[in-house]
C-alpha cells in the first residue's frame, strides 16, 4: 500500500508536471501511541523518508506533532526538515500561542481580568517573542468566563506522573526545585525524541517541555514551571504517586502561613523544619537551597500572594516577598530575609538596615510582616523571628 501512493504521486506528478504539497497533522502519532514498537517506527519513518525526501513531485511538507523527528541509529531519518520545537521556535515563536498583546485585547473584549490570566496561562518565554500564553486554555476561560485547570480535558496528571516517578539520578531534585519556583539547567541533545528511550534526567526533562510541562530558557538552558495552571498539574501528580512527602508538606503550607500571619515564631520555625525533612531531596547546603524550601514550605501562600525571589529593593535583594493579589489587597505583605549558618536576629537585621519594606510601603499595604529564618548547619536547627510593621 505505501508503495501504491508513491508510485501513484510520482505518476500524477509526472503526468501533469504539478507539484504537491503535503501537510500532515499530529504526525508523530505512531511514536506516541505505539511508543513501544520500535520496528514499526523504524519503518513508518523510512516510509516518510522514501515519500518526501528530495523528490521532485514535493513543493512542501509540513509536518505537526508535539515531538521532534525521531533519532534513530547514527542520524535522523528525516534530516530535511527545518524543525521548530519548544525548544527552538525560531521565527515561528509569536505562532506557538497567545502573545500578550493578544490577550489583553480578549480580556478586554470578554471582561476578564488580565492580571490573572496572566498568572494561570502564560510563561512559555520564546526568545524574540516574549511572553507566550497556553491558547486552548486562554480561549476556554473567556469563553467559560472563569479560570480554570483546563489543561486536565486534554491531558492527565497520570500522562506527568509516569515520567516525574522515574528513577533517574537529580531528577527529583529537579522537579523540587522547578516547583519552588526555581530553574534547573538542562542538557537536551542526548534526547532521542521518543516517548521511551531515556538515559538520563536530562532527557527526562526535555520531553516535559515537548509536552508542554515545562518552560525553556533557550539562551540559558534552562527549564522551569511557567504557570498556575501548570503547577496545579505537577501538585496533583507528586500528591496522586510516590511523592507523599511533598503531600505532606503541601497540606501543612496553609497552617504555615497561619503561623506567620498570626507572629507565632515557634510554630513557623517548627513548620520550615519539618518541610526540610520532607523536602530533603532538595541538596540542602546554602541559603538558595533554604529558599525552594520555603518556596515548597508557603505553597498555600500563591492562592492570595504573588512570590517573588530576589526582590530588587534599591539596597540588595529580598530573599522572599509575598505580595498580596489586587483582590486580596487587605492582606499584609510578607518579607522574608533567610540566612545560613547566622542566627534569625542577623536576618531581621538585614531587613531593618537596607528598609527592603520600603518598596512595599510605597504600594500603600497597611501592614508588612517582617520574617527572619536562619538554619544551623552544625545543629540543623531552623529558627525565626517575626516583626510586624504598620
Excluded at 47 to 53: E, G, I, Q, T, Y
Excluded at 56 to 77: D, N, R
Excluded at 152 to 162: I, S
Excluded at 336 to 362: C, F, G, M
Aim: proline share 2%; hydrophobic share 40%; aromatic share 12%.
Amino acid at each position: 500500500m505505501p508503495d501504491n501512493l508513491l508510485f501513484t504521486i510520482q505518476d500524477i506528478y509526472n503526468e501533469t508536471h504539478r507539484q504537491f504539497i503535503i501537510i500532515i497533522d499530529e504526525w508523530d502519532c505512531i511514536l506516541r501511541e505505539e511508543k513501544n514498537h520500535k520496528e514499526q517506527q523504524e519503518q513508518y519513518l523510512d516510509f516518510l523518508r522514501a515519500w518526501l525526501k528530495d523528490k521532485e513531485y514535493i513543493a512542501l511538507a509540513y509536518l505537526t506533532g508535539i515531538l521532534p523527528i525521531k533519532k534513530y541509529g547514527t542520524h535522523s531519518a528525516l534530516n530535511m526538515f527545518s524543525e521548530f520545537s519548544m525548544l527552538d521556535q525560531g521565527r515561528l515563536a509569536v505562532y506557538t500561542g497567545f502573545t500578550e498583546d493578544e490577550v489583553k485585547a480578549l480580556c478586554e473584549r470578554y471582561n476578564m481580568d488580565f492580571i490573572q490570566t496572566k498568572e494561570w496561562y502564560d510563561g512559555y518565554r520564546l526568545e524574540g517573542c516574549g511572553e507566550v500564553y497556553s491558547p486552548r486554555s486562554v480561549v476556554q476561560s473567556m469563553l467559560m468566563g472563569k479560570f480554570n485547570n483546563y489543561w486536565n480535558q486534554t491531558e492527565t496528571f497520570e500522562a506527568l506522573r509516569v515520567y516525574i516517578d522515574m528513577n533517574y539520578d537529580g531528577l527529583r531534585d529537579a522537579i523540587l526545585t522547578v516547583m519552588a519556583g526555581g530553574r534547573v539547567e538542562i542538557d537536551s541533545r542526548s534526547f532521542v525524541n521518543d516517548m521511551v528511550t531515556f538515559h538520563s534526567a536530562d532527557d527526562v526533562l526535555t520531553l516535559l517541555v515537548h509536552l508542554g510541562y515545562l518552560g525553556y530558557d533557550e539562551p540559558n538552558k534552562e527549564i522551569f514551571v511557567p504557570n498556575k495552571e501548570i503547577m496545579d498539574e505537577f501538585v496533583t501528580a507528586t500528591t496522586r504517586s510516590e511523592w507523599s512527602e511533598v503531600m505532606r508538606s503541601i497540606k501543612k503550607s496553609k497552617a504555615l502561613l497561619k503561623a506567620t500571619l498570626a507572629g507565632d515564631e515557634a510554630a513557623v520555625a517548627q513548620g520550615i523544619a519539618e518541610a526540610h525533612l520532607e523536602t530533603s531531596h532538595i541538596q540542602y547546603n546554602d541559603e538558595n537551597a533554604l529558599s525552594y524550601t520555603l518556596s515548597l514550605a508557603y505553597y498555600a501562600a500563591r492562592e492570595h500572594y504573588q512570590m517573588i525571589r530576589e526582590l530588587p529593593t534599591g539596597k540588595g535583594f529580598a530573599d522572599i516577598v509575598f505580595i498580596p493579589k489586587k483582590r486580596f489587597a487587605d492582606r499584609p505583605a510578607i518579607v522574608v530575609e533567610l540566612k545560613w549558618n547566622h542566627d534569625a536576629h542577623t536576618a531581621l537585621s538585614q531587613i531593618r538596615e537596607n528598609n527592603y519594606p520600603q518598596v512595599l510601603q510605597n504600594l500603600d499595604y497597611k501592614e508588612i510582616i517582617l520574617v527572619g529564618v536562619s538554619y544551623d548547619k552544625k545543629t540543623r536547627e531552623h529558627s525565626c523571628i517575626i516583626e510586624k510593621k504598620s
